[in-house]
């Protein structure tokens, strides 16, 4: 009876974390329709910088926080400055991929200050637990509330009776005619990134106090857990972000008191994914509101794809074809073959993200199926590898499509928030089906690749056999473009209203772009599996994802040249200028940030 | 052909369609105007399936097609223009025609249950003659159709939508809506934004079919065209139907007459009584 009360009083603390983290978020989802995937950064920075007040300044605990509000709101102003001002009358895929973007960099800029290693933030409160009822609570308890409740009325009294508060409640509700009746929106704008970076300061510094560790990796997870409450508390609602966050936070407690501690992020996902598929405005929204009007054909940038002539790409692949036949280094032949790996990838992601429209942000978890899918084939049935390969990729194209399907529904940014939550529930589920999966042991010795019972072991074979498989995979993908499936894909991209007026089923024309994306995703983790001989549930990860996503709006959204050219380009450049691997991803995410503000066509442009 | 019943649409305290009857003769050309904001967009939403009504029925062919999905009807043969002009902006004119066509597709759709759309990924790829024939020959449809627009689109076939004009957007929304051999079409302001010489254009074609014996439900503002064009005239005014019969009849019909100059005057006059 009292550890339910326990479990009860961290749900509350847990859910009041994510409160500090949802509210930022529905404040600018209200005002700007996007869902800022930043916040998560600047919870990050927040809790660094609470560990540079705490430890290295001594700080006492009511400067600590102000400090690190103030510093969490100038990130804040300054994402909204440089990152988003410029992107306003852009395509809405714009915005979507820069705060993308902007995690990154942020991420890996906290990472390369502090190193990636956990550093234990010390509450600065006595070590006392009080008895309350049955259960207990401490000081550090009672400020996290206190935090909360203080935050939430003073963001009420600010919105309710403040003049900027009005403009911002204005702005949220239509921001058209706020702007009309001379409401200042940039400035609305930089008032609501300035509070939600605050707060999400302060909360990552709470939960680092908290837990008396802080890590890197902090930020994905309070992206995340930040998103589920306010899509569960309904997109733009502040107190329904407030309730959601609370909600979360006991579902998840209750969770992890029945299953255990491993379940605790699979209850949140879950939860995400049951209300996006039956409630998508959240479960405080009227069942059936005036549908909005979207605008049309502006997800992406319009532009004209570059015609390559065909024997320029004739000349090009036959290039690098005879490659290995020259004296070059098998490191060339290695970043090469990583090259062709990704560009499989690129080519799925391109498909389902570009042409179909959908920005998928899970999508390495369909190498994850596929891999693991071709190494247990392989490994428990004795399936040849070459056969286990191709039922990886068949594996990914089914139950990719299957777990995906929930997401069918939904439109721009939630459909990424959908397939992240996606990509992380599979990540959970590898990691606790112990019997299937062997857990967090991952699996070894998974044989080498074979085809027609040849071992390709030299890097040349295996240069040479996954070139070729790219190569099939695109001119299969190219078949399908200009078929009458390429055109139905593009038109329910480009407008999907029009498009079911038209006879096209959503359902059926999602699931075969998703079917075929997830069979080219499939093949590239089979092979890798096969490859790297061993796997566990982090081989495949997010940052695999937005890699990829990077490679596809480098060579231009729905361009099968392009992925192919973005993934060479990626995997190659750094090699060539011989970038550390620690700054790549950084570098990643400032390419991708550059791409969006000045070429967002791509290099070879959209298709 | 189409009955509505008392068909209604609420949202939240608001009533955008209410109680509105109405029926559609094979070949009739019915016209429904009204004052902005009456609820004529949301009733043809709520024939195409793009919207459910809150009460209500709609028959199409003696059939209950009441909250059908718009993929299904679009299967049925209604076809609608939007009136902000809808098309794929990425797609060129020749795709977004094509896509018009989507529902006459069969030789690339088998109608096999559950392994139908598989199959039909397994053709587009393939593409054996069956395929390549029925788009070569809905290719060749589609050219005959851009040319009934004069030389407005033909030269323009393979530029991306985007690129197009307002008044060509509309034209290629038109031309979209007649690939799919509708049984029944619903124009939306085929004419907003366009100038006396493309509305006396459009006019002409809007004839034209209607010559063909097509049957056309028809939202318009420009009051000249629709006294030409129409067999019977409804005017709604918020969400109720207000008036219906000859252009002449509705024309001369104090209500109507109301309804476009405004509640205020009647709100005037009121209020001087009262005074």
């Known amino acids: 009876m009292s550890s339910w009360l326990d479990y009860t009083i961290n749900g509350l603390i847990v859910g009041n974390v994510y409160a500090l983290v949802a509210v930022g978020l529905a404040l600018i989802f209200g005002v700007s329709r996007l869902i800022n995937f930043a916040q998560g950064s600047i919870y990050l920075v927040g809790a660094y910088i609470g560990w540079v007040a705490v430890v290295q300044l001594h700080t006492p605990l009511p400067l600590t926080i102000i400090v690190v509000a103030a510093a969490a709101a100038i990130v804040g102003l300054i994402i909204e400055r440089f990152g988003l001002r410029p992107l306003q009358n852009s395509v809405r895929i714009a915005p ?4 993308i973007g902007i995690s990154f960099v942020l991420d890996q800029l906290v990472m390369l200050t502090f190193s990636p290693n956990p550093r234990a933030l010390p509450s600065q409160l006595p070590d006392v637990r009080f008895q309350v009822g049955g259960g207990t609570i401490g000081p550090l308890d009672l400020l996290i509330a206190g935090v909360g409740l203080t935050s939430a009325l003073l963001l009420f009294v600010f919105l309710r009776y403040s003049k900027l508060g009005w403009a911002v409640r204005a702005a949220s509700q239509d921001r058209d005619a706020a702007m009309q009746m001379g409401v200042d929106v940039n400035r609305v704008n930089q008032a609501v990134f300035g509070i939600a970076a605050a707060l999400g300061g302060v909360s990552g510094m709470l939960v680092g106090m908290y837990y008396n560790q802080i890590d890197t990796a902090m930020s994905l997870q309070a992206t995340l857990k930040g998103v589920v409450a306010e899509v569960v508390g309904g997109a733009g609602n502040v107190p329904g972000a407030v309730i959601g966050s609370l909600l979360l936070g006991l579902v998840e407690s209750y ?20 209300v996006l598929v039956l409630r998508p405005n959240g479960l405080f929204a009227s069942a059936r509101q005036a549908p909005p009007e979207p605008l049309t054909g502006t997800f992406i940038a319009p532009s004209r794809p570059v015609r390559i002539p065909w024997w320029a790409l004739a000349v090009a692949a036959a290039g690098f074809a005879v490659l290995p036949l020259f004296p070059v280094s098998f490191y060339v032949l290695q970043t090469l073959i990583n090259a062709w790996l990704l560009g499989m990838l690129a080519l799925s992601l391109t498909l389902v993200a570009g042409t179909m429209g959908q920005v998928s942000l899970g999508h390495a978890a369909l190498l994850a199926i596929g891999a693991y899918t071709s190494a247990l084939l392989s490994l428990t049935l004795n399936v040849p590898v070459g056969l286990a390969v191709i039922g990886g990729g068949l594996m990914s194209a089914a139950l990719g499509t299957l777990l995906i399907s929930p997401s069918f529904r939904l439109r721009g940014h939630y459909v990424s928030i959908a397939t992240l939550a996606i990509g992380e529930i599979v990540s959970l589920v590898i990691l606790n089906w112990e019997s299937v999966t062997r857990g967090p042991i991952g699996i070894s010795g998974i044989p ?21 498989v790219m190569v099939v995979l695109a001119l299969l993908q190219g078949r399908l473009l200009t078929s009458h499936l390429g055109r139905s894909f593009r038109a329910i991209r480009d407008d999907d209203i029009a498009a079911r007026a038209y006879g096209l089923s959503l359902n059926r024309y999602k699931s075969l772009a998703f079917i075929f994306g997830g069979f080219a995703a499939g093949i590239s983790g089979g092979i890798a599996a096969h490859l790297y001989s061993y796997i566990n549930h982090e081989t495949f990860n997010t940052q695999q994802s937005i890699l990829a996503l990077t490679v596809v709006i480098l060579g ?19 090699e060539v200028f011989r970038i550390a ?27 | 052909m189409l009955s509505l019943r008392g068909l209604t649409r609420r949202f939240g305290g608001l009533t955008a369609v209410d109680a509105i009857d109405l029926d559609l003769a094979k070949g009739e050309l019915v016209s429904i105007i009204g004052p902005n904001g009456a609820g004529k967009t949301t009733l043809f939403n709520l024939v195409t399936g793009l919207d459910r009504p809150d009460a209500g029925t709609v028959r199409f062919e003696g059939q209950d097609i009441t909250g059908l999905s718009p993929e299904r009807l679009a299967g049925e043969g209604i076809a609608r223009t939007f009136q902000l002009g809808r098309v794929f902006g990425n797609l060129s004119v020749m795709d977004n025609v094509l896509i018009g066509a989507h529902t006459r597709l069969r030789a690339v759709k088998p109608v096999v249950p559950v392994i139908g759309p598989l199959l039909e990924l ?22 005959a159709i851009l040319a009934r627009f004069g030389e407005r689109l033909l030269p323009r076939i393979d530029q991306p939508a985007y690129s197009l004009s307002y008044a060509n957007r509309r034209r290629v929304e038109i031309a979209r809506a007649l690939a799919l051999k509708p049984r029944l079409l619903l124009l939306d302001e085929p004419t907003a934004g366009m100038n006396p010489t493309e509305t006396a254009e ?25 006294m030409r064009l129409s067999d019977r005239v409804i005017v709604m005014d918020e969400g109720r139907k207000i008036a219906e019969g000859s252009g002449e009849q509705v024309r001369s019909d104090p209500k109507v007459i109301e309804a476009y100059l405004g509640h205020g005057l009647s709100g005037t006059s009121e209020q001087e009584s009262a005074a």
């Open chain 1, 96 to 99: 979507l991929l820069a705060t």
């Open chain 1, 448 to 468: 080498p690749l074979s085809v027609f019972g040849y071992d390709l072991i030299s890097p040349t074979s295996i240069y040479w056999f996954s070139f070729a």
């Open chain 1, 255 to 274: 969770g992890v008191a029945v299953f255990g501690t491993s379940y605790r992020n699979l209850f949140a996902f879950l939860l995400l994914v049951v």
């Open chain 1, 556 to 574: 231009g959204l729905g361009n099968v040249v392009g992925a192919m050219l973005g993934a060479v380009a990626l995997v190659g450049l750094p």
């Open chain 2, 202 to 226: 459009m006019q002409a074609l809007v004839a034209e079919l209607k010559a063909e014996g097509l049957t056309i439900l028809l939202i318009e503002h420009k009051l000249e065209m629709v």
């Open chain 2, 122 to 143: 397994g053709l587009a790829l393939l593409r054996p003659a069956s395929v390549r024939d029925e788009e070569e020959r809905l290719r060749e449809e589609i050219k």
């Open chain 1, 581 to 607: 691997a620690e700054y790549r991803i950084l570098i990643y995410g400032i390419v991708l940030l550059l791409l969006v503000r000045f070429r967002p066509q791509g290099l070879l442009g959209t298709m």
